[in-house]
């Protein structure tokens, strides 16, 4: 089904993140059809996502990029149903042929947890710090399957395996202060992967941890995902990240998709300027030490204000006044590739 | 080690805070929320202002009698009598007047212990926080060997000691709220100077005592003033067993502690000698205490 | 120009850890005989992760606390053993941005305050001349002192706090300002505005910087040098494209290796094959390299003798009995089996 990367793999090389193929959303795992989230409090209202859609095939890894404030880790809670209640939903999301949203938490609960697991960013404060780390896991598959002890046990060891913990049976009576954040995380994964979910969302996982801490667990979760044919959404403000492992990025941007495409053709092709923007401002290691970085002035808007045009318009280089009065949708223009934007890179401006 | 930009930290589950920027955390406390973030510091805050305001202005400007020296003729009036409201007592002192004059007493008592508490305690206990070292060891133990005995127990020790009287009284019952807050303002202190802005202050060429009055103490004064405002209830509380013990405010002055004491004997006769003190003193407490709570809970929200 | 602006000699700094009754259970090696030098108006990068030692180190040079051993000299001044009035008088050539603004700015106080402390706490000037050069700070940080000056931190978002921080530094017209990890904690887009402006005060202002980071690419980024320390030693030192395109040593490797590269089609090292196992406790640090635990070429004399930093090209010292050569640096790794097999490169 997905082509290992194009391009000479030598041994001991990754292949390459992001298949040349497009994806298809036939039979797709989870379908997001413009999902948007409302907080209101004391009269006023705060849109952090603003008509959102995408789609997560079976088996794929989608990133969804974006800086804090876009609404990225709102619309994941949104999908599994773990907002405050001051938060209103609506549109859709269906996972397997079913509707997510409005879902009463009775049902829902079959499904987190179970078949949509989720990983957060700080380890040490998901995981109970006066538990065992292998009781935690034995909770978790005890939570799906009705299993004994002992084999919950043989399961939860065989997962500390899975996620290359080293000294698995030792560890398992450890506690979550005596393992490193690299480990902790990994617990975090093998909690989550208790219930073999079809999707993990993982959101900012290895953001809080080293740099290569980060690359291990990045490489696991890929390893793993591979292996047990899950899909995967990377929740993440690095680019550079989604780029070396996501199949699929997703842009977003004041609670909007802005842009979206298979990882290469993004990468070539970028179109919309913040995802550029967001591509300027990495720093390379091919660049000699003091060149500058393209800095784009200003801050994200606040989502309490009512949006008129493009959110992205008070700080776009190429802004005109046609994108500050009227957004641009969010559509497919060159195939599988989407975006929203009046002036896109590399494009003949349109007048 | 990676840090996460300052928005996207987020705890197991989302704590809306956290959500970006543009996003005020919904206050807790679901369909009533927004009444009880509003009631949680005004409803209690107009309370304590409108009790001030009756022992302190109300018997300057209003008609309310002089608690004492009242005509024997007029003793033992009933409640709704003209001109006493709340009747007279045995000596024929208006019985509401005594109650605002009474409150008067015991909260200028409490407001005076509780301020001392704030500054010298405040002070003090900033002061070893900072510190540290053996000035901070001698400093709280000997606050320590104030703070091992109970409260009452001390402040009638030493009343004792002293005498009766309203100076006195203040005295010993800062023996209680002194220590008390040194003790919160040194812990809060611990936690504030390891702060980096503490750090910036000195490499920006802050000497030491300008750190801790202009940088340290502005930043644990939250903290106290609402350990205060809940210490007052208790400072009220050990002023009217003060009283009531006889240690305290002498009559014929009234406060609420002898009001009570005196209206014993009558409990069955006239309860109202001893539930109209009492209550007045519960309210108070009871504000306090609200507003105290209230400024906690709003200053650990934010 | 002969004297180097900042020069740090076998610098030692531990914290005793004490068990929950008080008696001592283990020092933590934090920095552990680091010696470096910072010309003036040269940018020195240095990079590790979590237990390295770097803000330690920052911490150390500035003094507070003050380092256990070692000698730290600021333009021929003697850091170490100052105290006081002396201390204070030095303390107006170094000053420090730190990690996250919003912890370095105090709560309590608005901007122009927080900017203005380091020139009241010094005595400069009248009061009128302190508050002129408070609103050309804040300009200079592209603040705009009518709007801000008057606003707490918390009416700042990140980046904005960042540039008070800055401001701040800048008032005394320090030779040197050590930023310790400046951005960590900002916004991608906010991250190269305030590094475009770091960047800009340098050539204004001809500033030396400490830039201390944990990402490798962005060090490399802003520095002339850079310096790379793994659990309290300094492994590599070497200008900053040299680093890059031979490094010496293998944790460097590793770390190269782990870097995310927004270009899809770039083939990728697994990291695995650059570094294995967990950081090893400061504590008790692992004997001889301290990188051994972790190294894919470790061998035995790695655990019995510690590898001295040494000149391996020009201006670029490692510490390492097996450094990496230049014909090595680009090829896939070779099988881990057990480091006992690995050619030896000189």
């Known amino acids: 089904m997905s082509t290992n990367g194009v391009g000479a793999s030598g041994p001991g090389e990754l292949p390459a993140g992001g298949g040349e193929a497009g994806l298809s959303t036939d039979g797709a795992l989870l379908e997001v059809t413009d999902l948007r989230v409302d907080f209101r409090q004391h009269g006023s209202v705060v849109r952090a996502v603003d008509g959102l859609s995408y789609a997560v095939p079976r088996g794929r890894t989608v990133g969804l990029i974006g800086e804090s404030g876009c609404g990225k880790t709102v619309s994941s809670r949104a999908i599994i149903g773990l907002l405050p209640e001051t938060a209103r939903v609506t549109g859709s999301v269906r996972f397997e042929d079913q509707e997510l949203i409005g879902l009463r938490e009775r049902r829902m609960r079959a499904v987190r947890g179970k078949q949509i697991a989720m990983v957060f960013q700080d380890p040490a404060r998901s995981l109970n710090p006066t538990l065992r780390i292998g009781n935690q896991i034995t909770e978790a598959i005890h939570l799906h399957a009705d299993v004994s002890k002992a084999t919950a046990h043989d399961r939860a060891v065989e997962l500390m395996e899975l996620v290359r913990l080293p000294a698995a049976a030792e560890r398992f009576r450890q506690y979550p202060h005596q393992l490193s954040g690299g480990m902790r995380q990994r617990v975090m994964i093998a909690i989550a992967l208790a219930s073999q979910p079809k999707l993990l969302i993982a959101d900012e996982a290895t953001t809080a941890l080293d740099v290569t801490t980060q690359a291990q667990i990045m490489e696991l979760l890929r390893d793993l995902q591979q292996r047990l044919g899950m899909a995967l959404i990377m929740i993440s403000h690095d680019l550079g990240l989604a780029a070396s492992f996501a199949d699929e990025v997703l842009v977003m941007y004041a609670g909007r998709g802005v842009e979206r495409a298979p990882t290469r053709k993004l990468f070539e092709h970028v179109r919309m300027p913040y995802t550029r923007a967001l591509l300027d401002a990495i720093p390379r290691l091919e660049n000699p030490p003091h060149s500058p970085l393209t800095a784009v002035p200003g801050q994200p808007p606040d989502l309490g204000r009512e949006q008129v045009g493009c959110p992205f318009s008070p700080r776009c280089p190429s802004v005109t006044d046609k994108c500050r009065e009227h957004a641009p949708p969010f559509e497919e223009q060159e195939p599988d590739h989407r975006w929203a934007c009046w002036h896109p890179c590399g494009l003949e401006r349109t007048s | 080690m990676a840090v996460p930009p300052t928005e996207t930290a987020v705890p197991g589950l989302m704590d809306p805070a956290t959500l970006g920027p543009g996003l005020v955390p919904a206050s807790a406390g679901g369909r009533f929320g927004r009444l009880r973030s509003i009631g949680g510091i005004w409803v209690p805050a107009f309370l304590v202002l409108a009790i001030l305001f009756l022992c302190f202005l109300w018997p300057i400007i209003g ?60 002070l003090l206990g900033a002061f070893a926080g900072y510190v540290g070292g053996w000035r901070d060891s001698v400093i709280m133990r000997v606050l320590d060997v104030l703070i091992a005995f109970p409260a009452l127990v001390l402040a009638v020790a030493i009343a004792e000691r002293l005498g009766p009287g309203e100076v006195h009284t203040i005295w010993a019952l800062s023996f209680f709220s002194v220590p008390a807050l040194a003790r919160i303002a040194r812990a809060a202190t611990l936690r504030v100077r390891e702060q980096n802005y503490i750090v910036a202050a000195g490499l920006s060429g802050s000497r030491h005592w300008r750190t801790l009055l202009r940088h340290i103490m502005p930043n644990i004064l939250p903290e106290l003033m609402t350990f205060a405002l809940l210490g007052m209830g208790i400072v009220i509380v050990l002023e009217g067993a003060l009283s009531f013990l006889g240690l305290g405010i002498q009559p014929p002055t009234p406060s609420w502690g002898n009001m009570i004491a005196s209206g014993q004997g009558l409990l069955s006769a006239e309860p109202k000698f001893v539930l109209l003190p009492s209550a007045a003193l519960f309210i108070t407490v009871v504000c306090f205490n609200l507003l105290g709570e209230g400024l906690r809970a709003r200053w650990s929200a934010q | ?92 050539q170094v000053q420090m941005v730190f990690q996250d603004p919003f912890g370095s700015l105090d709560p309590k106080w608005r901007a122009r305050e927080l900017v203005e402390e380091p020139l009241v706490a010094f005595k400069v000037g009248t009061r009128a001349e302190r508050h002129k050069r408070v609103d050309e700070l804040l300009d200079l940080v592209g603040l705009d002192p009518t709007r801000f000056g008057g606003r707490r931190p918390r009416e700042l978002s990140g980046g904005q706090a960042q540039r008070v921080a800055i401001a701040r530094a800048l008032a005394l017209d320090p030779a040197l300002i050590i930023c310790d990890e400046p951005v960590s904690s900002l916004d991608v887009l906010i991250r190269a505005q305030v590094l475009g402006l770091l960047e800009r005060l340098r050539t204004e202002l001809g500033l030396a910087y400490l830039f201390i980071a944990h990402d490798l690419a962005l060090v490399k980024q802003v520095s002339d040098r850079v310096a790379v320390m793994y659990l309290g030693k300094l492994v590599e030192v070497g200008p900053a494209e040299s680093l890059y395109r031979e490094p010496l040593h293998p944790y460097t490797v590793a770390l190269l290796a782990s870097i995310p590269s927004p270009d899809p089609s770039a083939s990728r090292r697994p990291v695995a094959d650059t570094i294995r196992g967990e950081l090893p406790s400061p504590i008790d640090p692992p004997s001889g390299c301290r990188f051994r635990t972790r190294c894919p070429r470790a061998q035995d004399i790695c655990a019995t003798e510690e590898p001295p930093l040494r000149r391996l090209g020009d201006g670029h010292l490692a510490a390492c009995h097996f450094p990496v050569g230049a014909q090595e640096s680009n090829q896939t790794a070779p099988a881990l089996a057990g480091g006992a097999h690995d050619a030896a490169t000189d």
């Open chain 2, 63 to 122: 008609p309310v009698p002089s608690p004492t020296g009242g005509s024997i003729l007029n003793s033992n009036l009933p409640s709704f009598s003209p001109g006493h409201l709340l009747g007279t007592d045995a000596t024929g002192n208006d019985e509401w007047s005594r109650l605002l004059y009474g409150g008067r007493a015991s909260l200028e008592i409490s407001m005076a212990v509780t301020a001392i508490g704030l500054l010298v305690g405040g």
């Open chain 3, 1 to 92: 120009m002969s004297e180097p602006l900042l020069e740090v000699e076998h610098l030692v700094q531990e914290f005793t850890v004490r068990d929950r009754g008080g008696a001592k259970a283990g020092t933590v090696h934090a920095v552990s005989d680091v010696s470096l030098e910072l010309a003036t108006g040269e940018t020195l990068g240095l990079v590790g992760e979590t237990g390295s030692g770097k803000s330690t180190l920052a911490r150390a040079i500035l003094q507070a606390p003050p380092p256990k051993s070692g000698s730290v000299r600021l333009r021929g001044v003697e850091l170490v053993g100052l105290k006081r009035q002396k201390l204070f008088e030095a303390r107006r």
